[in-house]
């Protein structure tokens, strides 16, 4: 069944249907823009919520993302990132294969149809203007077949008339002769039009007609089946990146199953493991002994009491290992005046009395100020040094090992690049027309003194780091083992001469530190000027 035989009457119906139909596909096309649009929105603000919240972006979270559970946010949020790309990839894809490729064949099928439409309107204007022909050629018929009748009764009337002339009744004949062939040539052209237009209305209700109506139906079927197609792609567009969206879940998943609470704590030891021993017991001080007090504050003591520790004092700087010795003037220099005589039969000095050495070793550490801060919150930064002295411990033996690390990278880089370069000369040598080896000695120059430089900042971390790990070179020097933890490489030993080693030794009544002596480094003038003016 087609529309051109079982609607060759429905003309108009015919074209209200596909105008309809070509509406309806441009509604769809706006629907889909619409959602494209819906889904360019929602990608966007799903990618700047990623951004907001992506801790990355901040400088002072960078530690923070060693958590397993800061980590597995982060990996949410790039999951969340990559989910926004899969939508923003629906949209492209809608906007392409179905707005653009609907809106174009919108257009082509408006084109066809009124192309059809044209068809139609010619084809009924030539059948009416063949029916105005038929008509007029009716009308002509007619009238002459009248004229011709009222002809002949005339020239039959005449010649009843006794009182007609013969030529008056031969002149009506004639007359009424010629206008019954008028008539009858009126009536072969009445009859040729209709002929024709019979001719042409049947080719137009059974052939012109029913094609073009044909040609309508299809059209409209072509719409409908591309219209169809778009529904489709609208369902299949998404189905095409939901295994995309699933993985993009599954990693979301995966990210809360990778949260490790265990780990995440022993990364906060990690990070703020100090490496510091707890206080040792607080030493009684018998005054009745005669003990000098200022002796005994010069030693690195311990936190006077467990509140301290707690955090009792908030509003003062508190260093772990005791303050700054503060020496009274009559003790800032021992052997620049002599100590004032003992009675007879009085105590010794309780300066010299018991232990000169041991009072001459204190009066060295008191020049040499404690570098190691407290666990506690601090309102000023101490100051930053080479050697990362100002962290604790542990902190600072992490320090010191990525900073080998670095130079390490360094160093094996310049050596790399000597090496080329001392094959490059060779073969400029071997070679010249290759090139002159002279122009390679101030770059050769300039990697031997790096290589130079970064050997020495090598064979200098070595030992910081080297310090860092074995307190008990401080012990062995008289150091407490508190003492020691809280001041490693607080004197520096890089400095010194065989000689003011050995002096150093001899004043502790230890043996010589020859294994401890390593290239010259930056020396510390106090401890120096202490030793010189000791020997």
């Given amino acids: 069944m087609d529309w051109g035989t079982e609607l060759w009457d429905q003309y108009d119906i015919i074209e209200k249907h596909t105008q309809s139909g070509l509406e309806l596909v441009d509604k769809y096309v706006k629907f889909v823009k619409e959602r494209t649009e819906i889904e360019q929105n929602y990608a966007k603000q799903l990618r700047n919520l990623s951004k907001k919240y992506n801790l990355k972006r901040s400088g002072k979270d960078e530690p923070d ?7 597995s946010f982060l990996d949410v949020l790039n999951e ?26 919108l257009q082509d099928l408006k084109q066809e149809r009124k192309t059809y439409l044209m068809e139609a309107k010619r084809a009924q204007q030539s059948l009416e203007s063949t029916y105005k022909q038929l008509d007029s050629s009716k009308k002509r018929f007619e009238r002459e077949w009248r004229e011709a009748e009222r002809t002949a009764q005339y020239a039959e009337k005449t010649d009843q008339d006794i009182n007609a002339t013969k030529a008056d009744v031969e002149k009506a004949k004639q007359q009424a002769h010629m206008r019954s062939q008028v008539a009858e040539e009126c009536k ?41 197609q778009g ?13 995309i969206i699933g993985k993009c879940l599954e990693g979301i998943t995966k990210a ?40 005994s504050d010069s030693s690195l003591g311990t936190p006077k009491g467990p509140m301290e520790l707690l955090g009792k004092n908030r509003s003062k700087n508190f260093w772990l290992f005791s303050k700054k010795s503060k020496l009274s003037p009559a003790t800032l220099s021992p052997f620049s005046s002599p100590p004032a005589p003992s009675p007879a039969n009085g105590p010794p000095s309780p300066k010299f009395g018991r232990d000169p050495l041991s009072y001459c070793l204190k009066e060295i550490n008191k020049t040499v ?36 690390e670095e130079i390490c990278r360094e160093l094996q880089k310049e050596v790399d ?13 071997k070679n010249p027309q290759m090139g002159d080896p002279a122009s390679l000695a101030s770059q050769i ?52 001469t065989t000689t003011e080693l050995t002096m150093y030794s001899a004043l502790m009544e230890l043996t010589p530190m020859k294994a401890l002596l390593i290239p010259p480094m930056p020396s510390t003038p106090s401890l120096m000027t202490t030793l010189r003016t000791r020997s």
């Avoid at 919150?377 to 962290?391: Q, Y």
Wanted: glycine fraction near 4%; aromatic fraction near 10%.
């Fill in 65 to 71: 993302c060693r958590f397993s559970s800061c980590q």
């Fill in 80 to 105: 969340v990132n990559d989910y926004a790309g899969q939508r923003e990839l629906i949209a492209e894809n809608m906007m392409m294969n179905i707005c653009i490729d609907l809106t174009k064949y």
């Fill in 188 to 228: 072969n052209d009445y009859a040729a039009q209709l002929q024709k237009y019979n001719k042409e209305q049947n080719q137009f209700y059974f052939n012109d007609m029913p094609l073009i109506f044909n040609k309508l139906q299809d059209l409209d079927e072509r719409r409908v089946r591309k219209l169809a």
């Fill in 231 to 243: 529904y489709i792609l609208f369902s299949d567009t998404e189905k095409h990146v939901m295994p």
């Fill in 256 to 295: 809360g199953t990778n949260v490790n609470e265990r780990n995440d704590s022993m990364v906060v030891i990690e990070q703020n493991k100090s490496g510091f021993e707890r206080p040792g017991d607080v030493e009684f001080e018998d005054y009745s002994q005669g003990i000098n007090r200022a002796s």
């Fill in 369 to 404: 100020k404690p570098r190691i801060s407290s666990f506690r919150t601090r309102r000023r930064s101490p100051t930053v040094t080479e050697d990362f002295a100002h962290l604790p411990p542990e902190q600072r033996r992490k320090r010191l090992q990525q900073k080998l």
């Fill in 417 to 429: 690049q000597s090496e080329a370069l001392g094959k490059m000369k060779d073969v400029y040598e």
């Fill in 445 to 496: 120059s300039q990697t031997s003194q790096n290589v130079e430089r970064l050997s020495g900042e090598l064979n200098k971390y070595e030992i910081f780091l080297s310090f860092s790990l074995c307190p008990s070179c401080l012990c062995r020097l008289g150091w407490p083992r508190q003492e020691a933890e809280g001041r490693l490489c607080a004197i520096e030993l890089t400095h010194l």
